[in-house]
């Protein structure tokens, strides 16, 4: 999961502004500082034990980085997010924890906090279209998100492809990839300048 969260932060590196939202442990907060230097990054998450972990990894890891990140625990909805303040958009398996209406408000939340020239960074689960792929990603689905509903109270069942939402806010792809027979994809999308004006 790791090397598909990180796959395309070799094209980051001008970033100034950065959010990344469902971190986890801080090893992708750790990439990501150490890919664009100059960023400063707000991290959001649900969990406060997850921002624990991160928080601690930074402390041990990068102290000289601390004053570049700014954590918040909470739900993204309940976070005050300025328009056009970010350049960069990291969402690492937070996308695929939603689907219908749900999908299409997180996205248009975190599009508008996004300046007319950002990236974001997709990383989540993905069902291949077709062959064997398709059916060991369906089996590895359902097994995941069987146990996330039953353990986490996730109330998404299935997963929605974000793509469409995210065209809708006028990003465009630049590169995908995917990983582990294609049950991981990672994607970088940027919303030229032009299509916000």
């Known amino acids: 999961m790791q090397r598909c969260r990180t796959f395309h932060l070799g094209r980051v590196a ?9 971190e986890g442990d801080g ?12 960023a400063h990054v707000t991290v959001v998450d649900a969990s406060a034990r997850m ?24 739900e993204l909805g309940d976070v005050e997010l300025s328009a056009g303040d970010f350049d ?7 996308l695929d924890c939603f689907e219908g209406p749900d ?8 599009a508008r906090a996004a300046r007319p020239d950002a990236l974001w960074l997709v990383s989540d689960f993905h069902q291949p279209a ?12 359902a097994l995941l998100y069987g146990f996330f509903g039953a353990t986490t109270g996730l ?11 995210i065209g809708v806010q006028g990003f465009a792809l630049e ?12 994607e970088l999308w940027r919303r030229p300048e032009s299509a916000s004006s």
């Open 175 to 186: 590169s995908a990839h995917e990983f582990r027979g294609g049950l991981l994809r990672t």
């Open 103 to 110: 999908l299409a408000r997180v996205v248009e939340r975190l």
């Open 51 to 74: 921002l624990q972990l991160a928080r601690g990894r930074l402390d041990r890891l990068a102290p000289e980085s601390a004053a570049r990140v700014e954590f918040v625990h909470a």
């Open 14 to 22: 001008g970033a100034r502004r950065a959010l990344t939202v469902g």
């Open 27 to 38: 090893r992708f907060l750790m990439a990501l500082l150490a890919a664009a230097p100059e």
């Open 88 to 94: 960069l958009i990291a969402t690492c398996f937070f």
């Open 130 to 141: 077709g062959g064997w792929r398709a059916l060991r990603a369906r089996a590895w689905l």
């Open 155 to 165: 109330a998404t069942g299935r997963l929605e492809v974000p793509a469409p939402a």
